[in-house]
Every structure is written in structure tokens, then in C-alpha cells.
């Protein structure tokens, strides 16, 4: 299926630990980004990356690191971990850099995060 | 300041019936517009889009909204819930001078009455 998938699905951490959440893109996209949906389910931007290179870095602690081995991975590496971090974790594609009417976002199905 | 606004919270709904929401955003000219449900534990799924053209567009699974520029709205309806319906109603608005910024609602939960 063509599709935006990340893994893992759930992931149960305590804190101070390292983790890393990965996602993968078959749309052919140019670009991928990563959204933070907290408790009340608000979505805020983390990144975006185009063709590998980081195009929006929002104001996201230094523990949070994307990396972008291609234009249809990007992952996601948390250093660190603190309470505040649980939360639903989306990567999300778009085949161009601008989000746009004929370039909306694909979102994956999420990576819940609960640090303890 | 721009905002997308979603005034309603939570909507429950008998299956069967009608559904209407709302949608409201401040910004100079008609950006992009979108909307998406999350079903639960699910990612957010694209429902309807919105740029210019005929005002009353029509999506998946039924769904439709209405862009009206006077009120500065974009309400998505459906004329005949299903169960399946449940779940959280989002609507996300692209600022045309900032297309790499798309502005998510808070959102809407749907529940449905038997």
C-alpha cells in the first residue's frame, strides 16, 4: 500500500533513556515533517525536511534531533527523554515544499510516546 | 492575530441524523483549507479541500462543506451520520503568503448515539 508508515507504534520509555521513532514514505513525496499532538490533541510542527534538508526547525528542544537519510525517511531521535515529551508523535508527507491545495499532508498513524 | 477556530468541542449525534461543524478562521485573504478526521488511535486523514472555485465541496465518505467568505467559515456537514463517524474533526487552514505553515483547529470530537 502506498502510504506514510512509522514505527513504532507505542512506545513505553523511562526518563533520561534514548529513543528514536522512524517513518517511511511511498508517495514519491519531496517532503516530510514530524507533529507533536499532546493531551488535547492539539497539533504543533516540529520539522519538516525537503529532499534531506531541514526546512522549518520550530522552537523544539535540543534533545529532539530529525535526521533525513532520504527524501522518504525521515526519523526521529529524542535524547533524554523527559515527562513532558509523552505525547502522539505524527510524521506526515507532502510531494511538495509548500503545503498547498494540490500538495496537502499524508499523515502516518502515529507513535505514542509515554514516558514514565 | 491569525487563528482557526473550532467552537465546538464535543458534538454527539444520533445515527441517522444530520451533522454540521463549524469552522472559523481569521486571516486577510482565503487561504488554503482542509479538513481532517482522526479516528482513534489512527493518524489524520485528509476529508475535503478547499481553494477556490465552487464553494460547496464535496469529500470522502460522504462528507461536504461550504466555504463562505462573508463569515469567513468553512463548516463541514454530512446528511446522514453513520457510527462510523465517530471520531475528532479537525480543520486546518494554509495562510497562502506562508505555505509551509498549515494551522490546525483545535478540533472537534463526534460521538454518535445509537
Known amino acids: 500500500d502506498t502510504a506514510v508508515s512509522q514505527t513504532p507504534k507505542y512506545l513505553v520509555t523511562q526518563m533520561g533513556n534514548d529513543k528514536s521513532i522512524k517513518c517511511e514514505q511511498n508517495?514519491?513525496?519531496?517532503?516530510m515533517y514530524w507533529y507533536k499532538q499532546d493531551s488535547k490533541k492539539f497539533l504543533k510542527i516540529m520539522f519538516s525536511y525537503n529532499n534531506k534538508e531541514l526546512i522549518i526547525n520550530e522552537t523544539v528542544p535540543n534533545r529532539f534531533s530529525p535526521k533525513s537519510p532520504d527524501k522518504a525517511h525521515l526519523n526521529l531521535h529524542i535524547n533524554s527523554l523527559e515527562l513532558g515529551d509523552s505525547a502522539v508523535y505524527f510524521c506526515?508527507?507532502?510531494?511538495?515544499?509548500?503545503?498547498?491545495?494540490?500538495?496537502?499532508?499524508?499523515f502516518g498513524n502515529g507513535t505514542r510516546l509515554t514516558v514514565t | 492575530a491569525q487563528s482557526v477556530t473550532q467552537p465546538d468541542i464535543h458534538i454527539t449525534v444520533s445515527e441517522g441524523a444530520s451533522l454540521e461543524l463549524r469552522c472559523n478562521y481569521s486571516?486577510?485573504?482565503?487561504?488554503?483549507l482542509f479538513w481532517y478526521v482522526q479516528s482513534p488511535g489512527q493518524g489524520l486523514q485528509l476529508l475535503l479541500k478547499y481553494f477556490s472555485g465552487d464553494t460547496l465541496v464535496q469529500g470522502i465518505k460522504g462528507f461536504e462543506a461550504e466555504f463562505k467568505r462573508s463569515q469567513s467559515s468553512f463548516n463541514l456537514r454530512k446528511p446522514s451520520v453513520h457510527w462510523s463517524d465517530a471520531a475528532e474533526y479537525f480543520c486546518?487552514?494554509?495562510?497562502?503568503?506562508?505555505?509551509?505553515?498549515?494551522?490546525f483547529g483545535s478540533g472537534t470530537r463526534l460521538s454518535i448515539r445509537p
Open positions: 486546518a487552514v494554509v495562510p497562502y503568503s506562508s505555505a509551509s505553515k498549515i494551522i
Open positions: 506526515a508527507s507532502s510531494n511538495l515544499t509548500s503545503i498547498s491545495y494540490n500538495s496537502p499532508l499524508h
Open positions: 508517495l514519491g513525496h519531496d517532503t
Open positions: 486571516y486577510g485573504a482565503t487561504p488554503y
